[in-house]
């Protein structure tokens, strides 16, 4: 069983911080995915990164994949009210299995 | 585009009461995907569907699970006798599968209280 892990598991930060989430796992991956929730509501998809070392930019938001796609990072610069959530990452074993292993998720509070 | 939907949005039932829940995917999406989400913890697979053809269950799919779609276009999940255990959220996600990753779009879930 493939397993992701994120840290850190809580992140409390005033307005204009900057931050970094990471997910890790000992599995590879084809792709990796990051998702934002909010409560009571399904994720909403933030970006796909399928290549070793990509890196992919979403306005504040820096994604990277590592170079062995085994793991991923979200970094968000000058935080805003608006980014708290909770961060999923989700990692696609590829092939004709494509459900997705999601990492334990990164709950974000951004005050002003 | 009006993205994937689920319903109902919220169930409440007794213990031992079957329930029945909807997903529409995205139109022409011809993969669809089952996930339970308990309080705290990320999403989990159940199962996915492409087209009409039921692929993969997950081990957490009980007996008293059951999905079905019939013509390749919605999807239902139903959940018989259920058990306190089984309240969650249910989420349901379809993708295009055009090659590329299997980027998966999730809709609102429903939210499952057994009373």
């Known amino acids: 069983t493939q397993l992701l892990e994120q840290s850190p598991q809580f992140l409390s930060i005033q307005e204009g911080e900057n931050l970094t989430v990471y997910c890790n796992s000992s599995?590879?991956?084809?792709?990796l995915q990051w998702y934002r929730q909010e409560p009571g509501e399904g994720p909403v998809l933030l970006v796909t990164v399928v290549t070793g070392g990509e890196v992919k930019k979403l306005k504040r938001l820096t994604f990277q994949f590592g170079d062995a796609r085994k793991d991923s990072s979200l970094h968000i610069t000058a935080a805003q009210p608006g980014d708290t959530g909770l961060y999923l990452c989700?990692?696609?074993?590829?092939?004709?299995?494509?459900?997705?292993?999601f990492g334990t998720g990164t709950r974000l509070q951004v005050t002003l | 585009d009006t993205g994937v939907s689920q319903n109902p949005r919220h169930k409440i039932t007794k213990r031992g009461q079957n329930v029945t829940f909807r997903c529409d995917p995205i139109?022409?999406?011809?993969?669809l995907y089952w996930y339970r989400q308990t309080l705290g913890q990320g999403p989990e697979f159940l199962t996915y569907?492409?087209?009409?053809?039921?692929?993969?269950k997950s081990r957490l799919l009980s007996d008293r699970f059951s999905a079905e779609r019939p013509k390749g276009s919605f999807s239902t999940l139903e959940i018989q006798r259920t058990e306190q255990g089984d309240s969650a959220m249910y989420l349901c996600?379809?993708?295009?599968?055009?090659?590329?990753?299997?980027?998966?779009?999730f809709g609102p879930g429903t939210r499952l209280t057994v009373l």
């Open positions: 599995s590879v991956f084809s792709s």
């Open positions: 569907f492409q087209n009409e053809a039921q692929l993969e």
């Open positions: 139109s022409e999406h011809n993969r």
């Open positions: 989700a990692g696609a074993e590829g092939g004709t299995a494509s459900k997705l292993t």
């Open positions: 996600a379809s993708s295009p599968r055009r090659g590329g990753p299997d980027t998966q779009y």
